[in-house]
């Protein structure tokens, strides 16, 4: 495993546990499924002022937390896809590399015999 694989890998744990927690300590929804039904229509001047709640602001962490944790799970898997394509590539050339050397030194041995 690469150093860049061990990073990500740390990033990926530590973006799951902030998820977890941070989900954990934001109060959930009263309305619920009853709002999603009834329109759930009830303007207030709280609900004009969300963005600048405690809520509002575990909310946007928990959705910077998501998008970190995606980006960083699509780079893990391009690099460990392109570093597994680079060594299939490496280890065919190095086998007909020592094939090729192979058959030439039996070569030289076959013509002194003759």
């Given at each position: 495993?690469?150093?860049?694989?061990?990073?990500?890998?740390?990033?990926?744990?530590?973006?799951?546990?902030?998820?977890?927690?941070?989900v954990l300590a934001q109060e959930s929804k009263e309305?619920?499924?009853?709002?999603?039904?009834?329109?759930?229509?009830?303007?207030?001047?709280?609900?004009?002022?969300?963005?600048?709640?405690?809520?509002?602001?575990?909310?946007?962490?928990?959705?910077?937390?998501?998008?970190?944790?995606?980006?960083?799970?699509?780079?893990?898997?391009?690099?460990?896809?392109?570093?597994?394509?680079?060594?299939?590539?490496?280890?065919?050339?190095?086998?007909?590399?020592?094939?090729?050397?192979?058959?030439?030194?039996?070569?030289?041995?076959?013509?002194?015999?003759?």
């Amino acid at each position: 495993m690469g150093t860049l694989e061990i990073v990500a890998g740390v990033l990926l744990i530590l973006s799951g546990l902030v998820i977890i927690l941070v989900v954990l300590a934001q109060e959930s929804k009263e309305q619920g499924l009853t709002s999603a039904i009834g329109g759930g229509a009830n303007e207030s001047f709280y609900e004009h002022n969300m963005g600048k709640t405690r809520d509002a602001r575990l909310s946007k962490f928990t959705r910077n937390a998501a998008i970190i944790m995606f980006i960083v799970t699509l780079v893990v898997n391009i690099v460990s896809t392109v570093n597994k394509n680079k060594d299939k590539k490496e280890s065919t050339s190095e086998s007909s590399s020592v094939v090729t050397v192979a058959d030439s030194s039996e070569a030289p041995a076959e013509s002194a015999a003759q």
